[in-house]
């Protein structure tokens, strides 16, 4: 009886199957019809007298003798180079997490088990940083970069994307050390542990599914960034995403459309295996961070 109670009813399991399924077409059909129009031609893809050429490729199979062609592929890593703006993308990412990890691990834990009230008042400070849009503060970096001689290189774009996503990184993994009970840590130094013989032996491995997990976030706002990495990096060392907005051209450059839509799916594709891999950890993280412990 009980089990029949607690049964969703039809028509509710329905109507929660039917809107699940809606979500996922509108969710996943911009990128599957990017990724099926990236193998056609522009004048197929983007075809103003009859869409139905993007399914069939009528164009792409005038010009290259089959309706799918990888030509935007081709130019956009072979003629355009787009390996290396995915190396530029992927040494930021590292490097932004690696240091948001670094300074918001022992910047959590220390907020989190400190006592002092000016605590609340840096959390807020940092808060209100993050809450602000990142193109105010870029501006601030401009003028000293051009002065000492560092603009459009990577490390100056790296210490800038730590400094606007660290807030963020310190308020999250502030939660997690939050929900982790105090008693574990003089647990440890009644066996002898020093505060951070405790916080590396005992706290960190309780906690890491958050770790992964604020790991993660940071990665993706790296990796998606355009504001900042647009307005640091010299042509030279662009990372994807300003890359992608260079293969559409401007109103005074011609660009390669069909370029740009190849370097979209390209980077996204890193992006759907990186969360397949590590959702288990996502979601544990996630939890951790929402149940208080």
């Not at 849009?133 to 870029?138: D, N, S, Y």
């Not at 260079?246 to 390209?266: D, K, P, Q, R």
Request: aromatic residues 16%; neutral net charge; contains cysteine.
């Amino acid at each position: 009886m009980a089990s029949q109670a607690r049964k969703m009813p039809l028509g509710l399991r329905v109507a929660l199957s039917g809107f699940v399924v809606i979500w996922l077409i509108m969710a996943a059909f911009p990128f599957i019809w990017t990724l099926w129009g990236s193998f056609k031609v522009e004048l197929d893809f983007f075809s103003i007298a009859d869409w139905t050429n993007a399914l069939t490729g009528y164009r792409t199979e005038q010009t290259y003798g089959s309706p799918y062609t990888g030509a935007g592929y081709h130019g956009a890593w072979v003629e355009e180079g787009f390996l290396r703006n995915v190396i530029n993308t992927f040494i930021v990412c590292f490097f932004v997490v690696l240091t948001s990890l670094t300074i918001g691990t022992l910047g959590g834990y220390a907020l989190s088990r400190s006592g002092y009230r000016y605590t609340f008042w840096l959390l807020i400070t940092a808060l209100i940083f993050r809450a602000m849009p990142p193109i105010t503060l870029v501006a601030g970096y401009m003028l000293p970069f051009f002065q000492w001689n560092v603009w459009g290189i990577l490390p100056t774009t790296i210490i800038v994307l730590v400094a606007i996503n660290q807030p963020f990184t310190l308020w999250m993994l502030h939660s997690f050390f939050q929900n982790i009970p105090k008693e574990l840590d003089e647990s440890a130094k009644v066996d002898g542990c020093t505060q951070f013989q405790a916080f590396r032996h005992v706290i960190i491995p309780v906690m890491w599914p958050g770790v992964i997990t604020t790991g993660l976030f940071s990665f993706l706002l790296a990796y998606n960034d355009f504001a900042v990495t647009a307005m640091l990096l010299s042509e030279d060392n662009r990372t994807m995403v300003p890359q992608v907005a260079a293969f559409l051209g401007t109103t005074y450059t011609e660009g390669n459309i069909m370029f740009a839509v190849a370097a979209v799916v390209s980077a996204t594709v890193p992006l759907f295996i990186l969360v397949m891999f590590f959702q288990r950890q996502i979601v544990s993280g996630l939890t951790a961070g929402a149940v208080k412990g």
